[in-house]
């Protein structure tokens, strides 16, 4: 069976998204640890989060795939923004472990004219400071679009990133179907050809996470702007061979199309009938 779901707020608290996730017949979600402007997150209800464990392991839920503030930057020009990187992250691995074996899901950042190579240092020095040998949580560097500065859109840098970071066991990547589109990986003709170039830069091992999106623009467009499923320049047939593909098929897939709850529902049903048609 397909592992999908879509982005879900935090809102009402942690066994609500899994209730909130069941209800639109999903078997894993993504949430934001935070708020993304920052400050300090709201502490976690432990018996809040032991419901949701619960809940997962009773409906037989895949990795849940959280997601990192989008404004943090570690590599920022800035020192106190790469440091608030850093304590930010720090922190949500530590609550990441009220639901043990997830994912985290974070944007490597925008080197702002400092240079690429600057850039990936300064992601894997974070990396290196973060990251620590008793967690369970799994950190995922998203493959990016390209727009403005930002580090990640092909798959040489965060390859570069991984091999600089000591407890690389904990790394791994996540592709954005409308991200790597948008960056100039042609998904849509060359699924085969695109995740053999994956395979031999960064090794197929380290995919363990998809975000499922239509794009509105074309491929090497370096825009970022989501559609809902089968209405972009992607399309139904390159999301059913996605969807199919013996490299993909037991991922979890997140939906972050511009969409409300009855929305994801339907794109939920429909992909998973094409993945097993
Ligand atoms: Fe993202
Ligand atoms: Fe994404
Ligand atoms: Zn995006």
Not at 103 to 123: D, T, W
Not at 210 to 235: A, F, L, V, W, Y
Request: charged share 25%; glycine share 10%; proline share 5%.
């Amino acid at each position: 069976m397909l592992n999908i779901g879509c982005h879900l707020s935090t809102t009402k608290g942690y066994a609500h998204m899994g209730r909130e996730a069941s209800s639109i017949g999903a078997n894993t979600f993504a949430f934001f640890t935070r708020n993304p402007r920052g400050g300090n997150a709201k502490a976690i209800d432990p018996d809040d989060a032991a419901a949701l464990r619960a809940h997962l392991a009773a409906e037989g839920f895949a990795p849940l795939v959280a997601h990192a503030p989008y404004t943090l930057n570690p590599c920022s020009a800035k020192p106190h923004a790469r440091e608030f990187a850093r304590t930010a992250m720090a922190d949500d691995l530590v609550r990441m472990e009220a639901v043990p074996g997830s994912l985290y899901n974070f944007h490597p950042g925008s080197h702002v004219g400092q240079g690429v190579e600057a850039g990936v240092q300064m992601i894997a020095d974070t990396l290196n400071e973060v990251l620590a040998p008793e967690q369970t949580t799994t950190v995922l560097l998203e493959t990016m679009a390209g727009k403005g500065s930002e580090v990640g859109s092909r798959f040489e840098e965060l390859a570069a990133i991984i091999e600089r970071v000591e407890l690389a066991d904990h790394l791994g990547v996540c592709l954005d179907t409308c991200h790597v589109h948008d960056a100039g990986y042609d998904i849509v003709n060359d699924l085969d050809g695109v995740l053999a170039e994956f395979d031999r830069i960064i090794g197929i091992g380290r995919l363990r996470a998809i975000h499922i999106n239509d794009s509105k623009n074309p491929m090497g467009s370096h825009k970022d702007r989501h559609e809902r499923i089968g209405e972009g320049t992607i399309g139904w047939d390159a999301f059913a061979r996605i969807v199919r593909h013996p490299a993909l098929r037991d991922l979890p897939f997140i939906l972050e199309t511009p969409n409300e709850l009855d929305g994801y529902a339907d794109e939920i049903r429909r992909l998973r009938e094409l993945a097993e048609s």
